[in-house]
Each structure stands twice: as C-alpha cells, then as structure tokens.
C-alpha cells in the first residue's frame, strides 16, 4: 500500500527565516510526486511534479527536489502570502492509478 | 476563466436525507474525480472517472454515488447522508489520468 507521511504536521516562520518541509513516501514504483498548496477555504493548487531522483524544481521563493525515499519544499526567505498548507502526493505506475496524499503541512510565516 | 465549479459550497443535511453534489468544468479535461478531506487526514478519493461513459470506485465509495453526466460534468450523490459523511468535497479533473488536478473550491457539508 502507498503511504505518504509529511512533517512537521505545522511550522511557524519568522518572514526571511529559510526551511524545509519533508514528504517521505512508499510507493511500488514512483510515476510521479506532486506538491501542492492549499490557502484556507480553497482547493489545492498545483505547485510542481517531479519523476525521477535528482530531480529540482523551483518557483519563486520554493524550490522541490526529490531521492528514492523523499522529497523536500524549500522555502527560501519566505514571506506571509506564503501561509498556507502544503500537501504532497505520490502516484504509482499504470494507466489510471490515482494519487495517494499526505495529511499536509500548515505553514505560518510571521511578518 | 472559471476552471472547475461546484456546487453548492455550504451544505446542512439531517441523518438519512439525500443529496447531490455538482461538478463542472471547463477545460474539455477527460477525467474526473470526487475527493473528500477531514481533519486529520489526507485527501481520500472516493469515486473518479477516467473518461467520459466511465466512473470507478476509489479509496472510500461507500455511501456514495456518480455519474458522469457529460464530458463537462460529475455528480456526486448521497442517497442516505449519514454523520461520518460530515467532511469538505471537492471535485478535481485533468486533461489525462496522471497528469496534475485542478481543483475546485470545495463544499463543505455537515450531517447531523
């Protein structure tokens, strides 16, 4: 069975103060990893995919990246608008497999 | 640009009524999803439609029902609403079965 764990279940920031957040998975195979953002009383929004080990991805002050066993959010000098939670997914192989998810990160960034 | 519409967006139901959730969107996307999120936990799907004609139990099927009603749109029907379907709905589609979801903003529905 895919799993998806995400920690810290939340993280307080203070504005320009850098971290990470984690998403460890177990999955049969990786097709792909997606992160996402949720802003309070919305649907998620998609951030990045990633496929393979190795792989970065960045927009704006975020930054993913990916291994075998994890992948990270980096958030550097981030800024109030950045609160939100964000959730990471993991999809196996075939045609129509679906997404599992992780419970989700609830950032705060203080100004 | 409305993307994906649901409604509604606030629902009160008592134990045992029945209602139907709707799903539209505008993006000509071949598949479809019904999700749902409770505190706690982490988005869980409960029916999807990998195309037009076509729906498929997910994770959690119990107590609900779908139908694709055209390339635009997917119902979600509770026949039967019971408490532990007390939870926030949202509907997702993309353009091919692995690709990213789009979402819509939610319904959030209490079942008393």
């Known amino acids: 069975e895919d799993q998806v764990t995400q920690s810290p279940e939340a993280l307080r920031l203070q504005e320009g103060e850098s971290s990470s957040l984690n998403c460890s998975y177990t999955?049969?195979?990786?097709?792909?990893l997606f992160w996402y953002r949720q802003d309070p009383g919305k649907g998620p929004e998609f951030l990045f995919t990633?496929?393979?080990a190795g792989e970065e991805k960045e927009k704006e002050r975020l930054k993913a990246t990916l291994t075998k066993k994890e992948s990270f959010l980096h958030i550097t000098a981030p800024k109030p608008e950045d609160s939100a939670t964000y959730l990471c997914?993991?999809?196996?192989?075939?045609?129509?497999?679906?997404?599992?998810f992780g419970k989700g990160i609830t950032l705060s960034v203080r100004p | 640009n409305a993307g994906v519409t649901q409604t509604p967006k606030f629902q009160v139901l008592k134990t045992g009524q029945s209602m139907t959730l709707q799903c539209a969107q505008d993006?000509?996307?071949?598949?479809m999803y019904w999700y749902r999120q409770d505190p706690g936990m982490g988005l869980r799907l409960i029916y999807y439609?990998?195309?037009?004609?076509?729906?498929d139990k997910g994770e959690v099927p119990n107590g609900y029902n779908v139908s694709r009603l055209n390339k635009r749109e997917f119902s979600l029907r509770l026949e039967s609403a019971a408490p532990s379907q007390t939870s926030v709905y949202f509907c997702?589609?993309?353009?091919?079965?692995?690709?990213?979801?789009?979402f819509g903003s939610g319904t959030q529905l209490s079942v008393l």
């Open positions: 997702a589609s993309t353009l091919y079965a692995n690709e990213k979801l789009f």
């Open positions: 999955v049969s195979g990786l097709r792909g």
């Open positions: 990633l496929y393979s």
């Open positions: 997914a993991v999809q196996a192989p075939g045609a129509n497999s679906k997404l599992t």
């Open positions: 993006m000509n996307h071949n598949s």
């Open positions: 439609s990998a195309s037009e004609g076509t729906t």
